[in-house]
């Protein structure tokens, strides 16, 4: 959409209060769970102020939709990038890589941990600067034990071992583990952990080595320089 009396044109976000394909209480439960989460990233994002992050503008409500103006992009998201590429050099993940860890450092310096990093929530501008999105998972640091969420949610070939334990929870360091993740895959063209198998992707989550070498989608090795593997080997840290 174009702001009034100006050339700026934002995204806008419709959020239905209630799931139209569903009856009864099963709708009011997915309605209330959606709610939840947009409210959440309401909260988180609107203090947020960073050339890495998605920028919010404002939100509105209606009697059946939830609407936030943010930021438009017209790069589309990092997963499209890969889809089409399938890997890119590792020079341009060098620079793509500081994007990622600036938008994450003002969130962790904010306070907020981000809990689900992937290619997908990260949308790309008209000049290529990267910008960290979809804040429906993210949480407050908490400030002591007591305060941490056992409640995991995200998607697993990004999620930190710690996280398939039952004590374990978010953590900058799970947030680290991610950028690994995200970064290993920009390179090679797959996460570093893979399988079809819900079970297999966990034991090797736990107890996997990072490949050595790494191979692509297609079986194929992909060379990785020494300091670029150190990196991923201190992100990927179990």
Not at 109 to 133: A, F, Q, R, T
Not at 178 to 189: D, K, N, P, S, Y
Not at 203 to 229: C, H, N, Q, T, Y
Request: proline share 5%; with cysteine.
């Amino acid at each position: 959409a174009r702001e009034r009396g100006t050339l700026q044109y934002r995204a806008i976000k419709s959020v239905e209060k209630k799931d139209a394909s569903t009856r009864g209480g099963e709708s009011d439960v997915h309605g209330k769970e959606r709610m939840d989460r947009v409210l959440r990233e309401v909260k988180v994002i609107y203090r947020l102020k960073h050339p890495n992050i998605l920028r919010f503008y404002n939100w509105y409500e209606t009697t059946n939709h939830l609407w936030l103006i943010l930021e438009y992009c017209t790069g589309g998201d990092l997963l499209h990038v890969l889809t089409q590429d399938r890997a890119l050099p590792e020079r341009c993940v060098k620079v793509l890589g500081v994007d990622l860890l600036a938008g994450l450092q003002h969130l962790h310096h904010s306070g907020v941990l981000y809990c689900d990093l992937k290619p997908s929530n990260v949308l790309i501008d008209e000049y290529g600067v990267l910008k960290l999105c979809d804040f429906g998972l993210a949480r407050d640091i908490p400030t002591d034990a007591s305060d941490a969420q056992k409640t995991k949610r995200g998607t697993p070939c990004y999620m930190a071992p710690e996280l398939f334990t039952d004590d374990g929870v978010y953590s900058c360091a799970s947030d680290l583990w991610a950028l690994g993740c995200v970064l290993f895959e920009m390179v090679v063209g797959v996460p570093p952990f893979v399988s079809d198998r819900f079970e297999k992707l966990v034991d090797m989550i736990l107890a996997a080595p990072l490949p050595r070498p790494a191979r692509g989608a297609k079986g194929e090795v992909v060379r990785l320089s020494r300091d670029f593997r150190d990196l991923l080997e201190g992100l990927l840290c179990k």
